[in-house]
């Protein structure tokens, strides 16, 4: 069953999908571009990588979604506020044309709506020079198109089944109450939720995006594509009932939609978001690698990233890292970074590096090889200023000048007050005794046990 152009081009015309596919479009820029959060700043900017660019679109449907709902609903009163209804139900034309000529325009204004969103993004993100991930992003944003359009299919036959002025906002706040209670966090590990996994699953919208590392997995894709089908099936079987009989049977796609989808839906948190095998993929200059998703950032950080590594070598010895490459495993808020002994690990979102250039890169890379972090920095966390500290001190060792660290949340003085005398006292000891107690600083920061400057002067670990 098809909408032939000339009706498609009418209905346009007289219907509210124009008004709604634009303030679709400008809300979601409106929160991208203007609005700060998350998707602003850090390695998971929404233009700075494919599969962030397709999560952060996706994320505003906590907003957009319930908006597709009211604005269907305001639709679907069309025919009542005009007066039209009973005239229109004694016409030859069978109801379910009429139905798809009635949502059809809305719903695909609303799909290309978001459609023409991620095609901006994809030109942004283009035009920086973002690498190539692979297509894993697409299956994301053709859910969240669907969503749209679903979503303002149902709020026209809801309307139609209760037309009353009262519905359109009502439905819009019902929807915006249900995305919010149904959707994940990004609190743990892997982004979790209130409800049930696969319950919240059901929410078209997804968790804000903190790390690049994750994406979907295929099970969430098929099962939300089931899902949001059933939605609109009912939508447009409420448009086309005459009947309290007929309204009732058309429920049944939205209940066979949830059937089909919930066992469809992983049940677990860790099989919802997976890593993103293809942004992940390392690549390498020598000792050196990045994910692919920051291959730009290579060509620096190899140059860098060896002669920190020949300075550790001579500073550690044996128990020097033998390799620079990018953190890639999930962590939770707060949670403590991964600290292998083999390999100095580097993360963009930690200012400290990933805003650092020339001599500041080495002298960052230097004080994390001897001191990784065991309280992480980044947009979201602070880190602690102990650790800052430790860090710029074991610098200065190794390079020979005391300066402190830049992009923490700690001001130069409140770095330099604690690290002035710390470094005053090491310095009056004796080379065996400074290198003594840098093995053992070191030893300290990658078991995360002890605080780094009673370690540094020479107190025990716990």
């Known amino acids: 069953m098809t909408v032939p152009l000339r009706v498609l081009r009418t209905e346009l015309r007289r219907s509210v999908a124009p008004w709604a596919a634009a303030a679709v479009l400008a809300i979601a820029l409106a929160l991208l571009e203007l609005a700060p959060g998350p998707w602003s700043q850090g390695t998971t900017l929404w233009t700075a990588q494919w599969t962030s660019m397709a999560l952060w679109t996706r994320h505003l449907l906590v907003v957009l979604w319930p908006l597709a709902l009211g604005l269907g609903a305001l639709q679907g009163l069309r025919d009542r506020r005009s007066g039209t209804a009973e005239l229109l139900a004694t016409t030859p034309r069978p109801a379910r044309h009429r139905a798809v000529a009635l949502a059809g325009p809305t719903a695909l204004a609303l799909a290309g709506a978001f459609a ?4 901006l993004g994809a030109a942004r993100l ?16 053709l ?23 009262l519905t359109p906002p009502a439905l819009a706040v019902a929807g915006f109450v249900l995305t919010n209670v149904l959707r994940q966090t990004t609190d743990a590990a892997v982004p979790t939720s209130a409800v049930p996994n696969r319950l919240s699953l059901l929410s078209p919208t997804v968790a804000d995006v903190r790390q690049t590392v994750l994406t979907l997995a295929a ?62 993929a390392p690549v390498c200059d020598g000792p050196v690698c990045v994910t692919a998703a920051h291959r730009a950032r290579l060509d620096e950080l190899a140059g860098r990233g060896r002669d920190a590594l020949g300075l550790l070598r001579g500073a550690l010895g044996d128990q020097a890292p033998a390799a620079v490459r990018e953190s890639t495993a999930p962590r939770a808020i707060g949670g403590t970074p991964e600290r292998p002994r083999e390999a100095l690990l580097v993360d963009f979102d930690d200012a400290v590096i990933g805003a650092a250039g020339g001599e500041a890169l080495t002298r960052a890379l230097v004080g994390q090889g001897i001191v990784p972090l065991c309280h992480p920095r980044s947009a979201r966390e602070s880190g602690t200023l102990p650790e800052v500290v430790a860090q710029s001190i074991a610098a200065a060792w190794v390079l020979g000048d005391l300066l402190p660290l830049d992009g923490t949340m700690f001001s130069a003085q409140d770095q330099t007050e604690l690290a002035a005398p710390a470094w005053q006292a090491f310095g009056a000891l004796a080379p065996a005794e400074q290198r003594r107690r840098m093995a053992a600083l070191h030893t300290a920061a990658v078991s995360c046990t002890g605080d780094p400057l009673d370690v540094l002067a020479g107190g025990v670990t716990r």
Request: net charge positive; proline share 8%; no cysteine.
């Open 116 to 119: 023409l969103l991620v095609l």
């Open 126 to 141: 283009l035009a920086g020079g973002a690498a190539s991930t692979g297509a894993g992003w697409l299956p994301i944003s």
């Open 143 to 165: 859910v969240g198109a669907l969503a749209l359009g679903a979503g303002a299919v149902l709020g026209m036959g809801v309307a139609r089944t209760l037309p009353s002025v």
């Open 219 to 280: 099970p969430v894709h098929l099962g939300q594509t089931l899902w949001l089908l059933g939605l609109a099936a009912t939508g447009l079987a409420l448009l086309a009932a005459a009947t309290p009989r007929a309204r009732l049977l058309a429920l049944t796609p939205l209940l066979a939609g949830a059937a089909l989808a919930l066992p469809v839906l992983p049940a677990d948190p860790r099989d919802t978001y997976v890593l993103d095998r293809a942004a992940t």
